[in-house]
């Protein structure tokens, strides 16, 4: 198994890209995992302190259950992964079959800050783009799929994002074998083409 880490700052354009893998490759022999399916189980706190809790660190990342499963996959074997309800801040009861693929992509913002998950991606992308476009889209986002205003985005980005992304995600940059900018026209064709060589 070929495991590709596809990581960048909210808002860089990670699930979009992964969509347009998807499209342009198929399913067949490419698997997804999304690192936002492995947030902790917090059922033990209401969703006012579950509200409160910082989601941008990897201490909210249960990075045990992700690498376990990874190990698993590599090993040919089939797991469950968490489904993650992001207006509760809860994993679901439910959870869906994932089997082993010739190549598996990972998409995350944390992925990177993990050393046991980092060491077993063999090949990182990370997705570059400014921190203007990153909030503009976050806040499209937020206001239209999660519930949030305006307001509610500016402060989280000026109280959170920005310290957690200069903390946690930037300083992983360099140390990726492939930077993709993402502002606007973005090029998929090294990706692709890193894809086929280990598909063959």
Sequence with gaps: MFIIGITGGTGSGKTTIVKEINKLLGPSEIGFLFSDSYYKDNSNLN??????????????????????????????????????????????????????????????????????LSEQINYKVFLDCSREVRFRRRLERDTKERGRTHEDVVKLFENRLDAMHDTYVEPFKNGCDMIINTEKNISLKSLIKIIDNNLK
């Design 47 to 116: 969703f006012h302190e579950r509200d409160k809790l910082n989601y941008d660190t990897p201490d909210a990342i249960d990075f045990s259950l992700l690498n376990k499963h990874i190990q698993l996959l590599k090993e040919g074997k089939e797991v469950r992964v968490p489904q993650y309800c992001f207006s509760s801040h809860l994993r679901s009861d439910s959870s869906t079959l994932f089997v082993p693929k010739k190549i598996l992509i990972i998409e995350g913002i944390l992925i990177l800050s993990n050393n046991v």
